[in-house]
């Protein structure tokens, strides 16, 4: 497998040619990382205007990662067939018009649409930017500080997202959260076209669609059925779909041992150092993802701070996992892979544990301290794992590792709203038992019940109602004790001591 295109030798050999591509794929992945929280400082004002239920608010913030999340397989086997450059570059043009779509929704029914375009193009972004830097970055010790760079824009992107949304949503109103990306894509795709070399497998097989089927309705089956159950009392289609989506997940992994050219080599999966750091991406943006989102509505509902306010305070999670991004490459040399992956995962096991047991009302000086062990140990931890998951497999299979990492990624970050955030709003639902149904199904139904009311009878129920959510926030910190521990477990017992990633593809 070797680069395509008239230039495209020349510029993939120049050292400074290298990282200026890196710059262009960052440049959309910041973007597409961004987009997966720049809405959660706006839903108030989304509420405000467009009045969506309680399921279309979850809908709305989180069906971006779940389709995401959904179609990374089946588009990191077509970026391999097709090319990843020509992938990148329509994905980014889709990723723009989507964006338009978005930005001028008059109901919640056409910006969730809007919201499904975004994640298609973003899932035929994602894999490319990971792919690309393995086909550019040839040294391994480039490499490694290329994804350095990589997962720190792409954690970084997830993190700002809420300090420009809220920037944006006050002065602008929520749907600059969406134009604000128009601008760049014009001008990343200008880039693009001049700077990208063109990658793809020599001698592919063409794409088998029946596992691309299965593999895009088996995920967002999944993903369906594991909200639904999450939410409580599910009911029996919700657990019918839950099924079918694990059948079809099971079908499609039997489906690929068969195939001479698989979307995805399920083999990979017997590599115990593979498996642990695709389930540790999956498990720390879980947790990651549902705490930012609800810090997020924390700081707005409960301490009223403006969107840009609330914003600004969730940027300790960007600085810090910039930071240990960037270190992630000098300390897997120092202390090896394991001890990297399991010094992040305990660090979540931490942060989630001082969040537990903050007194109440919490405070925000325990939140911040919080936010920065977040953002640092989840830097650490998945930079880390994805390294290790590039490094396992040959170049011309680049887009199965790229598509691997962002699936575990995306998936993470929407499963975690859907499954914690819906935890969350059950034991808010519960502390809040006896009230209004418009103020016990959300904190932000409640803020418009209680304007409703006389002054100290509304007052009296928006203080329930932070004291809930507080609550609700505690519950939510413990169940990701949990989930970051049992992954800690797993993480010393599949990675061997001394595991090291060479580079090699194998």
């Known amino acids: 497998m070797s680069p395509t295109g008239p230039a495209a030798e020349g510029r993939s050999a120049s050292g400074s040619g290298r990282w200026a591509m890196l710059a262009v794929l960052c440049a959309s992945l910041l973007l597409v990382a961004m987009d997966a929280t720049i809405l959660n400082v706006a839903l108030p004002s989304l509420i405000a205007e467009l009045r969506p239920s309680a399921l279309q608010q979850l809908w709305i913030i989180d069906i971006y990662g779940l389709v995401l999340g959904g179609l990374l397989v089946t588009t990191g086997a077509v970026s391999d067939r097709l090319g990843r450059r020509k992938l990148f570059l329509i994905g980014f043009v889709l990723f723009g018009v989507a964006s338009v779509l978005a930005a001028t929704a008059t109901s919640s029914t056409q910006l969730i649409a809007g919201r499904v375009l975004l994640g298609i193009g973003g899932a035929m972004v994602m894999p490319s930017t990971l792919s690309l830097i393995r086909n550019i970055f040839t040294d391994h010790r480039e490499r490694a500080l290329a994804i350095g760079i990589w997962a720190a824009v792409a954690g970084a992107g997830a993190a700002i997202g809420p300090l420009v949304g809220g920037l944006l949503v006050e002065r602008y109103g929520w749907s600059a959260a969406f134009w604000v990306n128009v601008p760049v894509v014009v001008v990343t795709v200008l880039a693009g076209l001049w700077l990208l070399p063109e990658f793809k497998s020599a001698g592919s097989h063409p794409l088998d669609w029946v596992s691309a089927l299965l593999s895009v309705v088996g995920i967002v089956a999944l993903a369906w059925g594991i909200k639904h159950v999450a939410k409580g009392s599910p009911g029996a289609l919700d657990l019918l779909i839950l099924v079918l989506g694990i059948g079809l997940l ?29 389930l540790l991406t999956l498990m720390a943006m879980l947790a990651a993802g549902a705490a930012l989102f609800l810090v997020s509505l924390w700081l707005q509902y409960v301490h009223g701070y403006s ?29 090896g892979v394991r001890a990297c992956m399991a010094l992040g995962v305990a660090g979540l096991v931490a942060g989630f544990t001082l969040l537990a047991l903050a007194p109440q009302p919490t405070s925000y000086a325990y939140v911040a301290v919080f936010l920065v062990t977040l953002g640092f140990s989840d830097g650490l931890a998945v930079t880390t794992a994805a390294s290790v998951l590039v490094s396992a497999v040959p170049a011309e299979r680049a887009g199965q590792a790229g598509a691997v990492s962002e699936t575990s990624y995306e998936l993470g970050v929407g499963l975690g709203v859907a499954l914690l955030g ?43 109602a932070r004291g809930a959510f507080d609550d609700a926030l505690t519950t939510t910190s413990y169940v990701s004790i949990g989930i970051a521990a049992a992954v800690l477990l797993l993480v010393v017992w599949m990675v061997p001591r001394g595991f090291k990633t060479t580079g090699s593809g194998h």
């Open 250 to 278: 099971a079908w499609f992994a039997r489906r690929q041992l068969g195939l001479p050219d698989p979307l995805l080599d399920v083999r990979l999966f017997l590599n115990r150092p593979f498996t642990a750091a695709a």
């Open 307 to 335: 969107p840009f306010e609330a914003g600004l305070r969730t940027l300790p999670t960007a600085l810090a996992m910039l930071v240990s991004s960037l270190l992630a490459p000098t300390l897997m040399h120092r202390i």
């Open 422 to 464: 819906s935890i969350h709003a059950a034991a808010y639902a519960r502390h809040m038992s006896g009230s209004p149904t418009q103020a016990a199904e959300s904190i932000g139904g409640a803020k418009e019940y209680a304007e409703t009311l006389p002054a100290a009878e509304g007052a009296g129920l928006l203080e329930r």
